[in-house]
């Protein structure tokens, strides 16, 4: 019991401890808040760089395998829109190595420049490149060179979604990306609409 109570007394009489506010700074201190704010920001660094060796030691991408426009860096990177003529897109054709190779659909230019196996002269899609060939993406008529056109006259409702179609696919590549516009001569309304070829798409009812 004595000593209880000695305790007690050597307890009251040493140095007292220091405070909360003394040791640890108040949360809503600026410095406090700077403190936490800075190791926040070390733990969301360190998972961010876990994630990303993670993601490329199993899938060998940064993005766990998933590609779009979005981790296509050449949509990262400010640009100025280009505003081409017809004869002007057409030197983008991959005939001359020292420029990129561009496409156009129903106006919108791409930049297809990174699968010159696909869109340089000798690649299984290189005659769409350096052109506006609308109808041939609708109609599927790519070795008739009447179709290798943007005269999208006469097109079914199909035919034109199969157009959107590419332009989304071009749009949302992970390699590929939009450059700007190719600007049209109007068509001249009396000129023959390009005939189907035997291969094509066959209109609905047909
Ligand atoms: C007999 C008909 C066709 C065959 C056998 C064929 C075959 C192929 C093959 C094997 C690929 C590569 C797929 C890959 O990336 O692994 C491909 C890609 C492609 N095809 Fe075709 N295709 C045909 C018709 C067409 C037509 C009619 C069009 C356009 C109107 C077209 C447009 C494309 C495009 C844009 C690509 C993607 C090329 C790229 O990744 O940049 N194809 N095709």
Same mark, same amino acid.
């Given at each position: 019991?004595?000593?209880?109570?000695?305790?007690?007394?050597?307890?009251?009489?040493?140095?007292?401890?220091?405070?909360?506010?003394?040791?640890?700074?108040?949360?809503?201190?600026?410095?406090?808040?700077?403190?936490?704010?800075?190791?926040?920001?070390?733990?969301?660094?360190?998972?961010?760089?876990?994630?990303?060796?993670?993601?490329?030691?199993?899938?060998?991408?940064?993005?766990? #395998?998933? /590609?779009?426009? +979005?981790? %296509?860096? !050449?949509?990262?990177?400010?640009?100025?829109?280009? =505003?081409?003529?017809?004869?002007?897109?057409?030197?983008?054709?991959?005939?001359?190595?020292?420029?990129?190779?561009?496409?156009?659909?129903?106006?919108?230019?791409?930049?297809?420049?990174?699968?010159?196996?696909?869109?340089?002269?000798?690649?299984?899609?290189?005659?769409?490149?350096?052109?506006?060939?609308?109808?041939?993406?609708?109609?599927?008529?790519?070795?008739?060179?009447?179709?290798?056109?943007?005269?999208?006259?006469?097109?079914?409702?199909?035919?034109?979604?199969?157009?959107? #179609?590419? /332009?989304?696919? +071009?749009? %949302?590549? !992970?390699?590929?990306?939009?450059?700007?516009?190719? =600007?049209?001569?109007?068509?001249?309304?009396?000129?023959?609409?390009?005939?189907?070829?035997?291969?094509?798409?066959?209109?609905?009812?047909?």
């Amino acid at each position: 019991m004595s000593s209880l109570r000695q305790r007690s007394t050597i307890k009251a009489s040493g140095p007292s401890p220091k405070s909360f506010s003394e040791t640890t700074p108040p949360s809503t201190s600026p410095s406090g808040w700077c403190h936490r704010l800075k190791q926040f920001g070390s733990l969301v660094g360190i998972g961010l760089l876990l994630n990303l060796m993670a993601s490329f030691i199993i899938t060998e991408s940064f993005t766990w #395998g998933y /590609q779009n426009r +979005y981790t %296509n860096w !050449h949509n990262w990177v400010p640009r100025t829109k280009l =505003v081409l003529s017809d004869q002007e897109l057409a030197q983008y054709d991959g005939s001359d190595p020292s420029l990129p190779i561009y496409l156009a659909i129903n106006g919108r230019v791409y930049d297809v420049s990174a699968s010159p196996h696909y869109y340089g002269p000798y690649g299984a899609y290189g005659v769409f490149s350096g052109k506006d060939a609308a109808r041939a993406w609708g109609t599927n008529c790519l070795q008739t060179p009447s179709h290798l056109t943007y005269d999208v006259r006469d097109l079914s409702e199909d035919q034109l979604a199969a157009i959107k #179609g590419w /332009q989304d696919f +071009y749009d %949302n590549h !992970h390699t590929y990306y939009y450059v700007g516009e190719v =600007v049209h001569e109007p068509i001249d309304p009396n000129t023959p609409i390009p005939e189907d070829c035997r291969n094509g798409v066959p209109k609905p009812g047909n």
